[in-house]
């Protein structure tokens, strides 16, 4: 049977599909290029979200070049040089012209789309905060390099984890 775009999201496909592939990273990129490229229709329908996620990828990109020392470090693409002179010659633009998440340009922003950012990145950073609190608390009870989460934690002590930290 056919999917239909208007029936599911790009999204909840992949998480299907991650589930179904049982957290394999790579054999669900495969299956699920293998469905898109079956049912063209679906992959038809989804292009404007495909198209969506790329123009917001790329907002947030040239935002990072406004604030280069922000941004976590990510492994370098093989034309780091040119990535590197391209973000600069964006910066040169202006300040004025930063895109906001929301698409508007930081030179004609109100006050109240100030606000919505300072606010989202607040909660981005909230959120983060207690990612890193989990995450290390769950570092510190792993004994060596060696041991897996699984093979030291039971499901019970992951949860506790959790509710500490938030």
């Known amino acids: 049977m056919k ?10 496909l992949a998480a299907e599909t991650y589930e179904k592939c049982n957290g394999d990273a790579g054999r669900a990129r495969s299956s699920l ?6 049912e063209r229709e679906f992959l038809a329908g989804i292009v404007g979200e495909i198209a969506h996620e790329a123009i917001r990828n790329h907002m947030r990109s040239l935002r990072a070049t406004y604030f280069p020392g922000s941004q976590v470090p990510r492994p370098e693409p093989a034309s780091a040089k040119e990535a ?9 633009r202006g300040w004025y012209e930063m895109p906001l998440s929301t698409g508007k340009h930081l030179g004609s922003a109100v006050k109240d789309d100030l606000n919505y950012e300072a606010d989202m990145h607040h909660a981005h ?5 207690i990612k890193t609190l989990f ?3 769950i570092s510190e009870r792993i004994p060596d390099a060696d041991s897996t989460v ?3 934690l039971s499901e019970d002590d992951i949860e506790e984890i959790a ?3 938030s």
């Open 125 to 129: 950073a909230e959120g983060n905060r």
């Open 3 to 12: 999917t239909k775009a208007s029936e599911v999201s790009l999204r909840s």
């Open 135 to 137: 995450y290390r608390a």
């Open 33 to 38: 290029s293998r469905r898109l490229l079956k």
């Open 150 to 152: 699984s093979s030291v």
């Open 84 to 92: 590197e002179i391209e973000a600069a010659q964006e910066r040169l």
């Open 163 to 165: 509710r500490d930290q």
